[in-house]
């Protein structure tokens, strides 16, 4: 169910110079994306530049497959310490900051590990190993920050910051993938991974100097104490946690929500991989090339978030999915019109640029979705089934790329998922009850 935005408490000793999250909506843009992208900025590296890297040394789609889910895993289990950061908190310094700082310090050094890595084309698993505690430690800071979010965003904020959120883990994916990517093809495994490095401790500055609210301690040994809000007051027992929300996820909106991304991000997984292969060894573009597109793609994936954002704040949540969907069947179908004509690599990056905008503008809304469908006294535990739901659909789509490449022509499989679009996007302008706020603006 939908909640309100709770009223903070400022500490009066608190100077009125300083600002923090609850008070300002430009901190709360600059800190929410600084956070989106340090987690996209290692996932773009693992599942775009290391998957084309493979591909052009020569692996096997299923050793690919087998990579990426790895790297992909602990996003669709992050329901599994999503209760620990709902319940246990650090409150001096907020209800969700220290759970984030302390996520994008594990994110840090296992990046820092990468780095150790003298051979990681021979050591494969020590390589996917790695990609796994960097995603471990990303989704860790998702699932704190998803919480945050729901907490200090107002609900006129929503679509506009999903817009800002999704756009900046979407710029932190092409430039780890197609920016690492290029890095990597020119100076070596080593060098990438310093500068993504570099770039993490840049992205993680803005939760060691921004508070969540007036009054919080900045880091633990400083002074300050917890500003106190509604949620701190509406403790629920574990048991009665649970049962609010297994009802909340099963209810009929949620249900229906989950179902469009799930099976979203099923398709974008098991593409991901058969794309990243079929371009690289079929249709004559090199590793850093074809990694590139996430370049191309970042600006249409940002222009569809920020329109989708807005335009669900002001007319709704189902219609802007649904038309969403209907753009990215649409882009589906027509290349695989266009297959006989895929040695040109202009279809590709008409094809990149397109899909770009229907899936910023459909993610955007879905989270926008979940979000007005979160309880406050469970919000990090509620928002992280839904995502961890769409993860675990990217997961299994990944895994089985490999299986579907052995049966199936990638045209005939790009048939398939503009079919799947279609439908969905039927499905989505039918309902009614796809989210509280479809009916309001």
């Given at each position: 169910m939908a909640f309100a935005s709770p009223t903070y408490a400022a500490s009066p000793?608190?100077?009125e110079v300083v600002r923090s999250l609850s008070d300002s909506s430009a901190l709360r843009f600059v800190n929410f994306g600084a956070i989106y992208f340090a987690q996209g900025l290692p996932m773009g590296f693992a599942v775009l530049a290391v998957p084309a890297w493979l591909a052009e040394v020569g692996m096997s789609t299923s050793t690919i497959g087998a990579v990426s889910?790895?790297?992909m895993l602990p996003w669709a289990f992050k329901v599994v310490w999503a209760p620990l950061?709902?319940?246990l908190k650090y409150r001096a310094m907020g209800r969700f900051r220290a759970w984030i700082l302390g996520a994008q310090m594990g994110l840090i050094t296992s990046t820092a590990a990468l780095i150790s890595l003298r051979s990681p084309l021979t050591h494969i698993h020590a390589l996917a190993g790695v990609l796994f505690a960097q995603a471990l430690f990303a989704s860790m800071s998702d699932v704190a920050g998803d919480g945050l979010a729901i907490e200090v965003i107002p609900d006129s904020e929503r679509g506009l910051a999903n817009a800002v959120m999704s756009g900046s883990q979407a710029a932190g994916n092409a430039i780890g993938g197609a920016g690492l990517s290029a890095v990597l093809a020119m100076a070596g495994f080593r060098v990438a991974a310093g500068l993504s490095l570099l770039?993490?401790?840049?992205?993680?500055l803005p939760t060691v100097l921004l508070r969540e609210r007036l009054g919080e301690r900045l880091l633990p040994w400083m002074s300050g104490a917890p500003a106190l809000i509604e949620a701190d007051r509406a403790w629920l027992p574990l048991a009665g946690s649970v049962r609010l929300l297994v009802r909340s996820v099963l209810a009929r909106p949620s249900?229906?929500?989950?179902?469009?991304?799930t099976v979203a991000y099923f398709l974008s997984g098991c593409f991901g991989v058969l794309m990243t292969v079929g371009a690289v060894r079929n249709h004559g573009f090199?590793?850093?090339e074809y990694a590139s597109l996430g370049v191309l793609a970042l600006g249409t994936h940002l222009m569809g978030a920020f329109v989708g954002g807005r335009l669900a704040d002001r007319k709704g949540r189902a219609p802007v999915l649904a038309g969403a969907l209907v753009l990215g069947a649409a882009t589906w179908a027509g290349f695989a019109l266009l297959s006989p004509y895929w040695s040109d690599k202009g279809v590709w990056v008409v094809q990149a640029l397109v899909w770009g905008a229907a899936s910023g503008a459909m993610l955007t809304v879905l989270t926008a979705v979940f979000m007005d469908l979160a309880d406050a006294r469970f919000a990090a535990t509620q928002f992280a089934v839904c995502m961890a739901l769409g993860n675990l659909g990217s997961v299994l789509g990944r895994a089985s790329a490999g299986v579907l490449e052995a049966r199936f022509e990638l045209p005939q499989l790009v048939v398939g998922a503009a079919a799947a679009f279609a439908v969905l996007a039927v499905w989505t302008f039918r309902s009614s009850a796809i989210s509280?706020?479809?009916?309001?603006?």
């Open positions: 000793s608190q100077p889910a790895t790297t950061v709902d319940r770039l993490l401790c840049i992205a993680c249900v229906r929500a989950l179902a469009v991304w090199r590793q850093a509280a706020r479809s009916r309001t603006t």
